[in-house]
């Protein structure tokens, strides 16, 4: 089994990092969406928090078994321990793409304004059948999530234009680097430059909707 993404050594450790650093973050967020869900009770906030549980949950799954991989690799260099090691990283490949897909369905699903179980399973359908069937799996992820994450852009600039809402641009900016990321990871296997800078830029995309849950939540309190 080949690996299902482009990965250069050097690179290794830092992306465990990156991996357990996006997990903490997109958890964060989580629990932020959710506790503005227990305070508005609107139902798009309790489906934020879902869909960024199911990325934070994504990226966990990606650290562990990574995490695996690099200790089956440093235990000895036995053709059993790097198949293990290779076995854990798609492995780990595989449960990051799925539920980081899952996640990304969950919010493109709430930007519809359509309460359809059926456009969901339409949806996730649709995108898993093609992952599974395609040779090159990760090229098609990376694609598949660009596309949802530029709409989720598209929402929010609309809703921007409409309402003028300072926080509005801060989520617009914030998909907007998480779209250039998933680009770059894309590219990956033409330069491994573009691995490095596609994991700063979601490293910012994450951290702006952190501090956008956080302000919402502070200022929501105070009217409180």
């Known amino acids: 089994m080949g690996y299902l993404y482009s990965l250069p050594k050097w690179f290794i450790i830092y992306s465990i990092g990156f991996e357990f650093v996006f997990a903490f973050i997109t958890l964060l967020v989580a629990i932020y969406a959710y506790k503005i869900y227990r305070i508005s009770c609107q139902n798009e906030h309790k489906l934020f928090s879902l869909g960024f549980f199911s990325i934070s949950f994504s990226?966990?799954?990606?650290?562990?078994?990574?995490?695996s991989a690099l200790f089956e690799l440093n235990e000895s260099t036995s053709a059993l321990n790097i198949t293990n090691a290779i076995n854990y990283i798609n492995l780990g490949a595989y449960a990051y793409m799925i539920f980081f897909l899952v996640g990304l369905v969950i919010l493109t699903y709430i930007t519809l304004k359509v309460d359809s179980n059926k456009t969901l399973a339409l949806i996730s359908s649709i995108i898993f059948l093609s992952i599974f069937l395609a040779s090159n799996k990760g090229s098609l992820f990376y694609s598949f999530s660009a596309i949802l994450v530029l709409f989720?852009?598209?929402?929010?600039?609309?809703?921007?234009?409409?309402?003028?809402?300072?926080?509005?641009?801060?989520?617009?900016?914030?998909?907007?680097?998480?779209?250039?990321?998933?680009?770059?990871?894309?590219?990956t296997s033409f330069n491994s430059v573009y691995f490095v800078v596609g994991h700063l830029f979601m490293v910012i995309s994450f951290v702006l909707i952190l501090f956008n849950l956080m302000s919402?939540?502070?200022?929501?309190?105070k009217k409180k």
């Open 59 to 67: 990226y966990i799954m990606w650290f562990l078994l990574n995490l």
């Open 152 to 187: 989720l852009g598209i929402h929010y600039f609309m809703e921007y234009l409409d309402k003028r809402n300072p926080r509005l641009a801060v989520m617009l900016a914030a998909f907007i680097f998480l779209f250039l990321g998933m680009v770059d990871l894309l590219l």
């Open 216 to 221: 919402a939540l502070k200022n929501g309190k």
